[in-house]
């Protein structure tokens, strides 16, 4: 599957961004889908997860409240909203798709990776 980011951007602290991943492919409907991100001089780390078919989401605690993730499987994208940022949430964020049975929100459980898209929140 391929996977293409987009949406990011430059955005004061306290503003909002939309993140949307467009997946290639007939069968989004089997992957779980989750968002990372990585700063700079940082480890990559998940910010959100959403299973197969949107029931279940996991959320990182430092976004909770803050960010949703959703999906809409008919048109094969998954959707990060990002209110309230914060100079913290700068980073490049990448979506990806993992394709095994169980619900994860680890790096290694993750197949395959979209290119990133960077968000920029000024103080």
């Known amino acids: 599957v391929q996977l293409q980011a987009s949406g990011g951007g430059l955005v004061q602290a306290g503003g909002s961004l939309r993140l949307s991943c467009a997946a290639s492919?007939?069968?989004?409907?089997?992957?779980?889908m989750g968002w990372f991100r990585q700063a700079p001089g940082k480890e990559r780390e998940v910010v959100a997860a959403?299973?197969?078919?949107?029931?279940?989401?996991y959320y990182t605690d430092s976004v909770k409240g803050r960010f949703t993730i959703s999906r809409n499987n008919a048109e094969n994208t998954v959707y990060l909203q990002m209110n309230s940022l914060k100079p913290e949430d700068t980073a490049v964020y990448y979506c990806?798709?993992?394709?095994?049975?169980?619900?994860?929100?680890?790096?290694?459980?993750?197949?395959?990776w979209g290119q990133g898209t960077e968000v920029t929140v000024s103080s």
């Open positions: 990806a798709a993992d394709t095994s049975l169980g619900f994860g929100m680890h790096l290694y459980e993750y197949d395959y």
């Open positions: 959403i299973s197969r078919r949107g029931v279940t989401t």
């Open positions: 492919g007939r069968t989004f409907s089997n992957y779980h």
